[in-house]
């Protein structure tokens, strides 16, 4: 017999990839269910890297991470923050598994916002934490309300696990909704885990705000973020965790323990990314606004189809429920008789149930409009 997996491997959820793992080696699709920017890495990012491998800088270095980088992390947050404060991930996979297991005990509970990002479910349990599923109101625009948070509070629970902007919903958070929720983690003393990766893609002039930087919120914040998404370095695997000093060494204990510390000279590709020249990231953030409105404008001209406005991040959330198909069914047909893949809203908890995830960042135009005349004809002849 082989041996037996440890408990935290056999109890925790199974990993679920959704329709990525349906469509796996069948052809002649369209793939707008993971959220992989279609955008190359930009080329001084690149150049940037190159230089310091050629240079020689292969070593060991800094366990939390280049000084020059993280002290480049450090201004861009809106509040005060050092360079001690912040530690270079392993993408922000990485960043999120570390806070969960920094501050997650058995049997604490951690609060997922339904509509939620479905990884979190996983890095809780294996943290020996148990997930509790708070839903937010679809009829409200996926709204962050305490009302229907408080709720799902009790004596054992830690954190509150954020998106901001949100995935899979395309929602910026305004500022009354993050002290909506900052006034219930102070009231009840608890933590906030949030998922910040979308924070340089927002649109129609939305503004993303750190819930860290709302008065209170610092020492009980864990912010986390990565290169992957607006400066499309998915596969560099470059994140980072900002959080007050208190909050750090037990963080750098997780993060060294795993891995050291990330590869040494992609880091320089990072700190490049920040000091290059902005324009660079503001024309790829413009052309995801240009997929957006393509994406959302042609799924409003579909029989049975709502998309409300994206503000932020990649994804359109349209809601399929007048076509009378369930979500997960809808995902399957599409595929199955479209060829166009997309995500099942039902896959992000219950209140995503009557919806889809479109990835409209996922693909270039041409790509895009031609997955969309297929979701046409499919939804015109239902």
Avoid at 78 to 93: F, K, S
């Amino acid at each position: 017999m082989p041996p037996r997996p440890a408990r935290r491997i056999t109890d925790s959820a199974p990993k679920d990839f959704g329709m990525f793992a349906r469509a796996l080696g069948r052809e002649g699709l369209i793939h707008l269910e993971l959220g992989m920017p279609a955008e190359d890495t930009p080329q001084h990012i690149k150049d940037a890297t190159v230089a310091a491998l050629q240079a020689g800088d292969v070593h060991y270095s800094d366990l939390a991470g280049n000084a020059d980088l993280r002290a480049a992390l450090a201004t861009r947050m809106p509040m005060p923050m050092h360079a001690d404060e912040i530690i270079v991930t392993n993408g922000l996979t990485h960043a999120s598994f570390a806070a969960f297991m920094a501050f997650v005990d058995a049997g604490d509970e951690v609060i997922l916002l339904a509509p939620y990002y479905p990884q979190h479910i996983g890095k809780v349990e294996l943290a020996g934490g148990r997930v509790v599923i708070a839903p937010l109101d679809a009829a409200n625009g996926f709204a962050l309300n305490a009302d229907l948070i408080a709720p799902h509070l009790t004596d054992r629970t830690k954190a509150i696990a954020l998106v901001n902007p949100c995935n899979p919903t395309g929602r910026v958070y305004t500022r009354a909704e993050l002290q909506d929720l900052a006034d219930l983690a102070i009231a009840h003393d608890l933590m906030i885990f949030s998922d910040e990766v979308y924070a340089d893609i927002t649109y129609d002039g939305a503004t993303h705000i750190p819930i860290a930087s709302l008065p209170g919120m610092k020492n009980r914040t864990i912010t986390m973020g990565a290169f992957t998404k607006a400066f499309a370095m998915d596969g560099w695997r470059l994140g980072w965790i900002a959080a007050d000093a208190s909050l750090i060494p037990a963080l750098a204990k997780i993060t060294t323990s795993e891995v050291t510390h990330v590869n040494t000279f992609i880091q320089h590709g990072a700190l490049a990314a920040l000091q290059g020249p902005a324009d660079v990231l503001a024309g790829m953030v413009a052309r995801d606004a240009a997929r957006r409105d393509l994406v959302v404008g042609r799924l409003n001209q579909m029989p049975g189809l709502h998309c409300a406005p994206v503000e932020g991040a990649i994804y359109a959330f349209p809601d399929i429920s007048a076509t009378g198909l369930s979500a997960q069914d809808c995902a399957i047909r599409l595929m199955d008789e479209a060829g166009v893949v997309v995500e099942a809203g039902s896959f992000y908890g219950a209140p995503g149930e009557g919806h889809l995830r479109v990835c409209f960042g996922a693909a270039d135009m041409e790509t895009l409009s031609d997955a969309m005349d297929r979701m046409q004809r499919f939804f015109n002849a239902l």
